[in-house]
């Protein structure tokens, strides 16, 4: 637990470190005359398509709003700190600061459910959840959604614990590749370009474990998504000064938002919404086209799925306390929850 504490701390002092070159020329100067000025802290995903195509398709212009979106991997201390608005990240990483009283809070959902799963080799010796123990296991961090409550199934249904190796994504599929990590928790649009690796004879290399599809035992049943069911994923979060004072240009921010939502639903593999996709995240065209169709955009927030992150956080020892309906925004109560 403490541990856990410390390496939080480590983690938000080093992209305290990173943070100040990234935005030091964006900071806005009081009463400077660019009130539609909206600076998103993001980092690449197509899980942020939602974003990408708001912006490329003149979303966010037509509603009067001059959108900049900035890319870093200190998002949420960016937007903690003032320096910019608005940041699309996971929850688990956006209670932390709420629930220790500091200035963000959640605005909308993104998407849901969260498409993380176990990507492990298709002839791996795992047949059911206890034989991952103790194996090593690729994962973003260790405040990732998935991670945690994949790690919260295992241990408290399972009694069993698996040995997390911090690796973004494209470092954890070469890991896999190189047979250094026994799996990965993998998220869209990864699953889709591990599953097409294959092998020199074209059979697939990969598989997908405990997703609520598939049947590791082969006992004809198939296995329970150990992330839960339709767990939530991103969630749009802003400085809370600026929701404050800004708040029509915050609701315009997210209708666009939502009519964005509505563009990639319609047809989530065109080929425009595939090129944006791709103009923002390196990864092929064809796992973008396969994965695309997974993300389930909408503003709505799953209040209950959040605060039940915070549960779990709590029961990490990473937070005291559940912030319950003060994680999400009161000006948006009617709105997005
Ligand atoms: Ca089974």
């Known amino acids: 637990m403490k541990s856990m504490k410390t390496k939080f701390l480590i983690a938000t002092l080093l992209c305290g470190a990173v943070l100040t070159p990234v935005f030091a020329g964006a900071i806005k100067e009081p009463g400077a005359a ?22 490329e398709k003149g979303l966010f212009s037509k509603r009067g709003l001059d959108v900049v979106i900035e890319q870093t991997s200190s ?15 996971c929850p688990t990483g956006v209670i932390t600061p709420i629930a220790r009283g500091q200035n ?17 080799p298709v002839n791996a010796p795992i047949r059911n959840p ?25 241990r408290n249904q399972y009694n069993t614990e698996f040995e997390l190796v911090t690796l973004a994504p494209g470092a954890a599929l070469a890991a896999l590749e190189a047979g250094s990590v026994r799996g990965a928790i993998l998220e869209e649009p990864f699953v889709a370009e591990a599953l097409l690796i294959t092998d020199a004879q074209g059979r697939a290399k990969y598989k997908t474990i405990f997703d609520g599809t598939s049947d590791a035992n ?6 329970a998504n150990l992330a839960g069911v339709n767990p939530p994923c991103r969630t749009v ?21 939502d009519e964005a939502n509505k563009i990639i639903l319609a047809g989530p593999s065109a080929p425009d ?3 944006i996709a791709r103009k923002y995240v390196t990864v092929s065209e064809q796992a973008i086209i396969n994965s695309n169709p997974k ?3 909408q503003i709505k927030l799953d209040t209950a799925g959040l605060k039940g992150y915070a549960d779990a956080l709590v029961n990490q020892g990473t937070i005291d306390k559940n912030p319950g309906d003060a994680l999400f925004a009161p000006q948006l109560k009617g709105i997005t929850w």
Do not use: M, W
Request: glycine share 8%; charged share 15%.
């Open 104 to 120: 963000i809070t959640i605005i909308s959902q993104v998407k849901i459910p969260c498409t993380s799963v176990l990507v492990v």
């Open 218 to 223: 082969g006992d004809g049943r198939v296995d």
């Open 34 to 55: 660019q009130p539609k000025r909206i600076l998103v802290a993001d980092a690449n995903s197509t899980h942020h398509l939602n974003l990408y195509v708001a912006y």
């Open 130 to 154: 206890q034989d991952v123990k103790g194996l090593q296991i690729a994962g973003l961090s260790t405040t990732c959604c998935a991670v945690i409550a994949i790690r919260d199934a295992l």
């Open 237 to 257: 979060n802003a400085n809370t000064n600026f929701v404050a004072t800004r708040l029509d240009d915050v609701k315009a921010f997210i209708e666009a938002i």
């Open 273 to 275: 919404i595939v090129a």
């Open 75 to 89: 998002g949420v201390a960016a937007v903690v700190g003032g320096e910019a608005d608005i940041v699309f990240n």
């Open 295 to 297: 993300l389930g955009f």
